[in-house]
């Protein structure tokens, strides 16, 4: 099983952004994708998740109205998109799936004038 994520981003505050992550050696519907993120020097921070299979999502309570988690069968390719981006979610963002035992290698995403 890999999950393979998309590359350092770096945005300017207000701006958005879109991470994916590419699911291999599994069935893609079988398992939720969850979305965690690091800022420097503060520990994991759950997102939310998704469902593959039908789409449904949880967000936790900080992130909801500014994140919006997907899923693409087609690609076996989870997104999650962070709109009004402030410097504050300067992080590094983990999809991970079943359960936590597998985790995507992180992608850096950096809001900074």
């Known amino acids: 099983v890999q999950l393979v994520q998309s590359g350092a981003e770096v945005r300017n505050p207000g701006a958005s952004v879109k991470v994916s992550c590419k699911v291999y050696?599994?069935?893609?519907?079988?398992?939720?994708i969850n979305w965690v993120r690091q800022a420097p020097g503060q520990g994991l921070e759950w997102m939310g998740r998704?469902?593959?299979?039908?789409?449904?999502?949880q967000y936790a309570q900080k992130f909801q109205g500014s994140v919006t988690f997907t899923a693409d069968t087609s690609t076996s390719t989870a997104y999650v998109e962070l709109i009004r981006l402030r410097s504050e979610d300067t992080a590094v963002y983990y999809c991970?799936?079943?359960?936590?035992?597998?985790w995507g290698q992180g992608t850096q995403v950096t809001v900074s004038p």
């Open positions: 991970a799936s079943v359960g936590a035992s597998y």
């Open positions: 050696g599994y069935t893609f519907t079988s398992h939720y």
């Open positions: 998704i469902d593959p299979k039908d789409g449904g999502s």
